[in-house]
């Protein structure tokens, strides 16, 4: 049996261009890539907080400390620069894999840097 799980998120990055001219894909600082293990080309799921739209593409590298978050081609119709979105990567493990996986969270303030990374996200409470 092989489990989707969750492999990376970019929580609360805020959108800096979108490029409805651009092949497709969305750009995304090089180092913020290298740091969250999301690869060149991998599929990326968007949720956009302002509008509550979520697309699928895949991450191409923008330069490194740049704090680029660029969507591009038709998902640029999906989110404005100024919007906050989560990206999520997910990997398909086996059940056995999947008890020991722990998935880079990895935290944004408002310039696109990093805040704080974990591998865990807090038990919500009642």
Known sequence: MQI?????????????RSELGYEG???IDSAILDLSGILEYEQIQ???????????TYAIRAEAGSGV??????????????????VCAYALL???????HKPALIYFNEKNEVVRSATAIPVQLA
């Open 94 to 100: 086996t059940a056995q894999e999947a008890e020991h």
């Open 69 to 86: 978050f660029s969507v591009n081609g038709a998902a640029a119709r999906l989110a404005c620069p100024g919007d906050l979105i989560i």
């Open 4 to 16: 989707t799980m969750l492999k990376a998120k970019l929580h609360r990055p805020t959108v800096t």
């Open 25 to 27: 894909s969305c750009a």
């Open 46 to 56: 968007i949720y956009n907080i302002n509008n509550g739209a979520r697309f699928s």
